[in-house]
């Protein structure tokens, strides 16, 4: 069931902090802390998305909403964030990173695209759970976005894939260095996701709509953002205190499909 949440009472007025907030799966991680009783910090560069988001929210979840608008690759926004937010809440339980940026480029990307998607990806996730951890007690849990291209290769992806699997490798360090802490950090990794918030096609990966992305997933239905929010809900609760350093796939199977097995999903689909 897509639209069931499972509940966490010990999420009950926690603060949590999404970025990449203001939509896709960042807003649907941000509306399922929200519908936990979680005061939820949004932040995102889109002012007028996260507002309307906001806005939207206001009166369908039970915990407190406070968009700020930053650009997460900016380390003294990142810091002016962080102070502001934890003077006025006090200490963060849950961070996640959902910034995220879409570069179709291969042997002749620019470096400014190199460098604005690590910048993006990457770095802002580093500093911003730099900038939180002094601010998390034992108990606390941060979760990265990441994406099946960490581990998949793509046409033209050599920026996108190449920053996703930094992440992989930088939440594994994190996680060691921050177990003493009593702070764990996992991994979310999504696949292909359905119109109208997910992956927009590019040129290299075909025709858009629900016919081409079918190959991508050995599950009946295509995924969607609400998905993924459930899996962080769960990596950030008590549920999974024993899970750190570990990715989670949320991808409908995509990622147990061989080359030939993609070419014969959509033939073979229902027919055993």
Known sequence: MVNSIQRYPEMQDQVAVVTGAASGIGAAVARDFAAQGCH????????????RLVDALADEVEGALRPIEVDVSDPDAVRS??????????????????T???????????????????AVNVRSAAMLLGECVPHMMPGSAAVHTASIAAREAQPLRW??????????AMTRCQAFD????????????????????????????????ESAWGVHRILPRAGQPCDVARAVLFLCSEDASFI?????????????????????????????
């Open 40 to 51: 939820v910090a949004l932040l995102d560069a889109d002012r007028p998305a996260l507002f």
């Open 81 to 98: 964030a962080v102070g502001d937010l934890t003077a006025g809440w006090g200490a963060i339980s849950y961070l996640v990173n959902c």
């Open 100 to 118: 995220a940026g879409l570069v179709a480029a291969g042997a002749h990307a620019a470096n400014e695209q190199w460098d604005r998607a690590l």
């Open 159 to 168: 920026i996108h894939d190449a920053a996703k699997g930094a992440i992989f």
């Open 178 to 209: 921050l177990a003493p802490r009593g702070i764990r950090v996992n991994l979310v990794s999504p696949g292909w996701m359905g119109a109208p918030e997910g992956v927009r096609p590019v040129p290299g990966d075909g025709d858009a709509g």
């Open 244 to 272: 750190s350093g570990t990715e989670m796939m949320v991808d409908g199977g995509y990622s147990v499909l061989s080359a030939a097995s993609l070419r014969e999903t959509s033939r073979v689909a229902g027919a055993v």
